[in-house]
């Protein structure tokens, strides 16, 4: 099952890895008492933080960060075993179970747990920035970091630099096979290319970008987007990929690269099939009385603000809901994508489409991060599925069901 990946989510996944490695310090603690040997080892130290940093590399990660996000981490490993070596010299040595090899057993732990928190850094980095991390943070951190050795000023610590992780330029392609994953924006209220509901995704898109994600051999994340920050998100790198029944525009074009058409449609009007006929064209529903809704910031919008000019327009937030307001009478037009009103005149037999035609001729594309590997492999993969037929054969479905 497809879903968002949520701030919560991620920002859960990287407390957990972070307590995860505080946890195993009483063993590395214990074992280090045995060995009588020091509790701290500068050399390792620095090597843990070298490698970190050397692996956030192409993920794109600021090596500042990282380097401060993984001393922090040591300070707290150094603190705890600090603590136990004094309490077990005070009150003679305590620890439940086998003590495991350093070498063998807890570090190769550990140099994992490296890895995953960097590709954990790097999907939680698109959040940080939003309103409310912080209190998210404070919210969640004292549930998550539970371990013995944490306190209210190392949360805070780890919640400061956390503030400042960030995705810096590079090549698109390569972040992508660093963190294992390919990200995917989609707006989530376009049936039939991508649709949420009760926290799944479904619809035409969403199969096509798990596919991508196959091909390029990657996890598919879905990240959230609308239609009014789908091109700000993209720049501010929350996603590599966009699909989500995006039209080809000029303005899109400009902004990122865009996949080859894997659908050809154009814009169309739908109303309640009893006012169909007078509302037959574009020109008769254009007058005084005649009540448009749209969808915001899309290219709906933007034709009917372009096109409509004695009509009433009302925008409507919920795509998904939009289509009630026509069968409540609440509104009388509205247009958009051929597709969806395919989709709508299927599952509401009392809707119609008010003309054959369309008013404009419309691809649906894949909206891509600009990187020349990145585009080249999206774009040879979807003119591939395109030969295939697949895009058709999709949307063929949904449209049935």
């Known amino acids: 099952m497809s879903r968002y990946l949520t701030s919560e989510d991620a920002l859960s996944q990287l407390l957990a890895l972070v307590d995860e490695r505080l946890s195993l310090m009483p063993a590395v603690a214990a074992f280090k008492w045995q060995q009588s040997a020091p509790i701290i080892d ?20 600021p090596a500042k960060v990282v380097r401060v996000f993984f001393e922090l981490q040591i300070a707290g490993a150094r603190a705890l075993e600090t ?18 090899d350093l070498a063998k057993d807890i ?47 190392s949360r805070d610590g780890l919640r400061t630099i956390l503030a400042q992780l960030r995705i810096e330029p590079g090549s698109a392609l390569v972040r992508l096979n660093a963190a294992g994953v390919i990200r995917i924006g989609t707006t989530g209220d376009y ?44 720049k501010a790198s929350r996603f590599d990929v966009a699909l989500s029944g995006i039209s080809a525009t000029p303005a899109r074009a400009a902004e990122a690269a865009l996949s080859p058409a894997y659908y050809n ?9 009893a006012d169909a006929v007078k509302l037959g064209t574009l020109e008769v529903a254009d007058r005084q009385g005649i009540r448009f809704i749209v969808n915001p910031g899309g290219s709906n919008e933007q034709f009917a603000r372009e096109h409509l000019h004695a009509a009433a ?4 937030s919920d795509n998904r809901t939009i ?17 969806e009103v395919a989709l709508q005149t299927h599952r509401h037999p009392e809707l119609c489409r008010t003309t054959p035609g369309t008013f404009t001729h419309d691809e649906k594309v894949a909206l891509i991060a600009r990187d020349p590997a990145l585009e080249a492999r999206v774009a040879g993969w979807m003119r591939s599925e395109t030969a295939l037929g697949v895009p058709q054969r999709l949307l063929d479905t949904a449209l049935s069901n």
Request: net charge neutral; glycine share 8%; charged share 30%.
């Open 42 to 61: 500068p050399p390792r130290e620095q090597a843990v933080i070298d490698r970190a940093v050397k692996l956030a590399a192409p993920l794109g990660l």
């Open 83 to 100: 603590h136990l070596t004094n309490e077990w010299r005070a009150q003679g040595f305590r620890y439940q179970g086998p003590i495991p």
């Open 107 to 153: 570090r190769p732990r550990l140099d994992a747990i490296t890895t995953e928190e960097l590709r954990a850094l790097y999907r939680l980095a698109p959040f940080v920035r939003e309103k409310g991390f912080d209190k998210m943070f404070a919210r969640e951190a004292p549930m998550r970091l539970h371990s013995d050795g944490w306190t209210a000023m």
């Open 191 to 234: 049936a039939p290319f991508s649709l949420e509901q009760e926290g799944r995704l479904s619809g035409v898109d969403i199969d096509l970008g798990r596919e991508l994600a196959h091909t390029l051999g990657l996890e598919p994340v879905f990240i959230r987007t609308s239609w009014k920050t789908l091109l700000s998100d993209l």
């Open 265 to 273: 449609g154009g814009k169309t009007m739908i109303a309640r099939c």
């Open 313 to 316: 327009l009302r925008v409507y």
């Open 323 to 339: 289509f009630d307001e026509l069968i409540a009478g609440r509104a009388d037009a509205m247009i958009t994508d051929d597709v």
